[in-house]
């Protein structure tokens, strides 16, 4: 059964590190990506890996956060470095029905996950 659950979220002071998972049992073959929102913001799209491995990132994000991806163990990561205080949000992972990704709009992407919190004070 696909399912996607995220863990590894909790608090941080700026310029710190997590590591995100999301354990995405029957999507190995699909685009993943990660997803993001704030208190009263919409949801933004983070980063996203296809089945290719290849990657895109929101500018916001480049060189700070590397999104990867373990088949084998059907788990997507998220290793996020130089924390800031704006990257406070609820994280999610989210799953296309595609292997290609080109896109990081949520409209696109039809499975998710929970979510996990991610705070990060100054």
């Known amino acids: 059964q696909r399912q996607l659950v995220e863990s590894g979220g909790g608090s941080v002071q700026a310029g710190g590190s997590l590591r995100l998972s999301c354990v995405a049992s029957g999507y190995s073959r699909y685009c993943v990506g990660w997803f993001r929102q704030a208190p009263g913001k919409g949801r933004e799209g983070v980063a996203t890996?296809?089945?290719?491995?290849?990657?895109s990132y929101v500018d916001s994000v480049k060189g700070r956060f590397t999104i990867f991806r373990d088949n084998a163990k059907d788990t997507l990561y998220l290793q996020m470095n130089s924390l800031k205080p704006e990257d406070t949000a609820m994280y999610y992972c989210?799953?296309?029905?595609?292997?290609?990704?080109?896109?990081?709009?949520?409209?696109?992407?039809?499975?998710w996950g929970p979510g996990t919190q991610v705070s990060v004070s100054s």
């Open positions: 890996i296809d089945s290719d491995h290849r990657t």
């Open positions: 989210a799953a296309r029905n595609v292997g290609y990704c080109y896109t990081r709009q949520e409209s696109d992407f039809p499975y």
